[in-house]
Each structure stands twice: as C-alpha cells, then as structure tokens.
C-alpha cells in the first residue's frame, strides 16, 4: 500500500488517493466534494466517499455521518458582483456530538496534518452540527 504522508504529531498516513483525488477536484474538476475518513486501525486517512460534478452542498451534508467525525472539501463554485466565475475551496472538520470522544481527540489532533497534505484550501470551517456549516454559510465567507 503507498502512502503519501506521516502526520508527525499523530502517527496518522495520509493515503495517496487522498491528495490525488484533492488534486483532480482542484485543477480537473472531476468532483465536487471529497469527504475523508480516518481508519484507527491502520492510522490512515482515506477517502470515504467522492461526489460528482453534479452533486451539489446538499450531497455533501446528507453524505457526513451523525454519528462519526470525518474531513469533507468542498469546490464551491460562484459569480462575484462583477459577474467573474470563482471557486472557493473549504475544509470542513465534522465531529457531531454523537461521536466518541477518542474520535473527536483523533479527527481534532489529525486536522493540522491533513491540512498541510491539501494545498490550495481557502476556508475552513468546523461543525458539530448542520446548523453550523449551512449553505448560507458558506456563500457568505467565499463573496
């Protein structure tokens, strides 16, 4: 099995495909959103599940699971008042309060790791809940 990275901190791998399916989401726009997920046994992080083009912000948040932490990207693409098209990438750290604690400690002490591993990533947002990583939200920290 490759692996790409060491998180020094944690111990954790970052798995290949993690930046490579980063990579094609940024420059090849082949999805939309990536989630991530961390395998405690391995101490790997990998990819959990990856949406397409045609996915939308609403697929992404039915895809976080309410009961385990997980890393989600999102390429949140937009017009500016201008009328010039952007996108925006986010980082999205899921840790709902129905997950374990030895869960929350791992995602929370892995994020800096992973983060370093995805280059390019303009915004980054924890969340507990949906309330807090709304749709709303994030159209307005990309304008």
């Given at each position: 099995?490759?692996?790409?990275?060491?998180?020094?901190?944690?111990?954790m791998?970052?798995?290949?495909?993690?930046?490579?399916s980063f990579?094609?989401?940024?420059?090849?726009?082949?999805?939309?959103?990536?989630v991530?997920k961390i395998?405690?046994?391995?101490?790997?992080?990998?990819?959990?599940?990856?949406?397409g083009?045609?996915?939308?912000y609403?697929?992404?948040?039915a895809?976080?699971?309410?009961?385990?932490?997980?890393?989600a990207?999102f390429d949140?693409d937009?017009?500016t008042a201008?009328?010039?098209r952007?996108s925006?990438?986010?980082f999205i750290?899921w840790?709902?309060?129905?997950?374990?604690?030895?869960?929350?400690?791992?995602y929370a002490?892995?994020?800096?790791?992973l983060?370093r591993v995805?280059e390019?990533?303009h915004?980054?947002?924890?969340?507990t809940?949906?309330?807090?990583?709304?749709?709303?939200l994030?159209?307005?920290?990309a304008?």
């Amino acid at each position: 099995m490759a692996m790409a990275f060491k998180m020094a901190t944690t111990g954790m791998w970052v798995a290949d495909e993690c930046k490579d399916s980063f990579h094609e989401m940024k420059w090849k726009k082949v999805h939309r959103y990536i989630v991530f997920k961390i395998d405690e046994k391995s101490r790997l992080v990998t990819v959990d599940k990856v949406g397409g083009p045609g996915e939308g912000y609403d697929d992404l948040a039915a895809s976080l699971p309410g009961d385990d932490c997980r890393y989600a990207v999102f390429d949140f693409d937009f017009v500016t008042a201008d009328n010039c098209r952007k996108s925006k990438i986010f980082f999205i750290a899921w840790s709902p309060t129905a997950s374990r604690i030895r869960a929350k400690i791992l995602y929370a002490t892995s994020k800096a790791g992973l983060r370093r591993v995805l280059e390019g990533i303009h915004y980054e947002l924890q969340a507990t809940d949906p309330t807090e990583m709304g749709f709303d939200l994030i159209r307005d920290r990309a304008k």
